[in-house]
């Protein structure tokens, strides 16, 4: 698995970062991704040129409950949360979008999860979509479903990203 | 990813909250083991039916005022869920529609088009 990104390095200038659509994620890589790190609270991970940051995200791990199991789906399927992979944040500076950078990082993340999945049980992929538009992109494009609790909320089966490596291989 | 730190006054109103949710469902319980008991007393209890006793005022009136905790306690109860769901959202929990979760667990879709060209970018 190679990936693109580097762990997060808060020697990297994060103050320049500038993503111009959403402040608060210019705000969350400048002065908050270092205290998560710290407290293992979630994983930054960057994609630096020469120095400068210019993309990043952020995962974490998550659960997902699922509403009213009927007597059916309560002899098929686990009465307590799932484990899954949330991908709380993804930024591109403004220097560099439009170049399908935000693609890479998506796929770097979608690796992580994958070699995860291989020592810890991941059954789904969650994203936080940032937007409207992102939100589309996600169910329309990638076949992510949203949840019943927040529209914005989208998650994938793990089995299919598996099911997706595995036929690169 | 920031987990608020959940303020004094907030810890308050989340116990009360919690004090009323628990006096509700006490009420609620105690009701429907009550209906419960009653049910199975004329199960057993053969002809002597409650529709062929001639209830007292007084019975009616008790019944009545009990009837009208039960739903204050139902409708207590049913905001504090709907507070709770709020809560777990904000918290990040995730829901999804079980027959969603259980289509994607057991019968996983293949990768879209775009996604499997996504997993090949390096």
Known sequence: MDFITVDFNKSIDRSAFDCEIHPALNTYIAQHAGQDEKRNVSRTFMYIEKGILLGYYALANASVAVDELNEDQKRRMPGYPMPAVLLSRLAIDKSRQGVGLGQRLMSDFFRRVYTVSKQSGVAFVVVDAKDQRAASYYQAKLGFVASTNNPRRLILSTATLIKGFRALA | ?122
């Open chain 2, 1 to 122: 990813m920031n987990k608020p730190v959940q303020p004094k006054s907030a810890q308050l109103t989340a116990d009360k909250v919690s004090a009323a949710l628990s006096d509700a469902d006490a009420v609620v319980e105690r009701h429907a083991s009550k209906s419960l008991a009653s049910s199975a007393l004329s199960r057993t209890s053969g002809l002597r039916t409650r529709s062929m006793r001639a209830m007292h005022l007084s019975n009616v009136e008790r019944e009545l005022a009990e009837l009208k905790k039960v739903v204050a306690a139902l409708a207590v109860r049913s905001v504090v869920h709907e507070e709770m769901a709020f809560d777990l959202d904000h918290y990040g929990v995730t829901v999804l529609d079980a027959g969603t979760a259980h289509q994607l667990l057991d019968t996983p879709p293949e990768p879209t088009e775009a996604l499997q060209k996504l997993l090949a970018l390096r």
